[in-house]
């Protein structure tokens, strides 16, 4: 589809995949499609003004008195964001639902039933973070917790509809109240959850939802929570442990995880999770700290033009909802989408943006692409780029018209012509 000042290549003349070539799964293709996520960071911290709240908190404190799902989800949609994943249960422990497992948890109604139902009227897919460190929990640290960590994945993906990504923070073990300890208690990373299992159980109950951590098994994280993904970002991926030994969540190598692995053996495409405020709660000293919809813009190209997706956090506030600086960002930022990617383009109409993408159910073959606009009776290049992959946004320093335009693409040992179109 070729869209207003957008072109849209693709590379389906490109030789096919060698054997040995990781190609995404099918769930993998459907997050990819997605492009953009909302984040909602919800819970005690929220009344508490913490980031991380110790696991002591009076669950009573929890009092949104003007929860309204419905007014929290509109305008993520109205931004074209293509799914919101909410926080569970954090590293506190207070779960957002009626859980069996713990009485560190809300004590009236469902945040979780509320959410994910708004997001399915508007059309959105829902998603679950639940945080494998728990601060609250008398049992961290012992077998019985991990018993306890796989019940309420359990809950969460049997009573709440389908379920697109479930995400595991990579924060494991320290300081907490632990059931009244007040200790600081450490796990083993690499085998304490017994990831494979845990992957397992996730799999059995949902088997279309993508699973991201550092090291995946689907989503890689992409080494910082600025949003900001690599030039290029490669989704081939081989995740290793900071001291060299294999990986795990919370021990990777983050800094090759902006780029990933151009001859990675793994499919395990990144996604730049960043918030709105400088906090991933909702602050009141922030409120005049909110990202301008410049600045959304900004990452946007930055981590979908890059061809990862962007999960944006903007946390409801203690009523229970989006705040009005938050909502104006967002607001702009999905009038602009709207404006630049909404409509076709006009012959001979001028366009500052190029958007590439190959088709990556054969993997990712492109290392280099160069476009050229052809007017008046002759080629010359325009823009180029290392890498394409699932989508790669390429910003013209200044508006560009095109009688016809066409992408030389190279490949590892080949070189191919992919796209010769008319504007």
Known sequence: MITRRTLLATAAALPLRSATQPVPSERQLRWHELETTAFLHFTINTFTDKEWGYGDEDPNLFQ??????????????????????????????FCLWPT???EHRIRKGDIVRDISAAARRKGLLFGVYLSPWDRNAASYGTPKYVDMYRA????????????????????????????????KRTIDKRTYYDWPNTWALIRKLQPGAVIFSDVGPDIRWVGNERGIAGDPCW???DPVGAD??????????????????????????????????PGWFWHERENARVKTPAQLIDLY????????????NVPPNRDGLLSPEDIA????????????????????????????????????????????????????????????????LIKLEKPATAERLRVQAAAPAEVATFLDEGV
């Open 64 to 93: 949104p008195a003007k929860f309204d799902a419905d007014a929290i989800v509109a305008p993520l949609a109205d931004a074209g964001m293509k799914g919101v994943i909410l926080t569970c249960k954090h590293h506190d422990g």
């Open 152 to 183: 309420q994945l359990t809950e969460l993906l049997t009573q709440y509809g389908p379920i697109f990504e479930v995400w595991h923070d990579g924060a494991n073990g320290g300081d907490g109240f632990y059931g009244g300890a007040r200790e």
């Open 235 to 237: 989704a081939t991926y």
């Open 301 to 312: 190209y930055k981590s979908v033009g890059r061809g990862a997706n962007l999960l944006l």
């Open 100 to 102: 069996k497992t713990t």
């Open 329 to 392: 960002s967002l607001k702009a930022f999905g009038q602009w989408r709207r404006k630049t990617f909404g409509k076709p383009v006009a012959p001979g109409q001028p366009f500052n943006v190029i958007r590439l993408k190959e088709d990556i159910r054969q993997g990712q073959r492109i290392d280099k692409a160069v476009v050229e606009a052809f007017n008046n009776g002759e080629w010359k290049e325009l823009a180029q780029t290392t890498g394409v992959g699932p989508r790669k």
């Open 244 to 277: 060299g030994g294999p990986a795990s969540p919370g021990d990777v190598r983050e800094k090759e995880s902006p780029a990933g692995h151009r001859n990675g053996t793994h499919w395990l495409p990144a996604e730049c999770d960043v918030s709105i405020r």
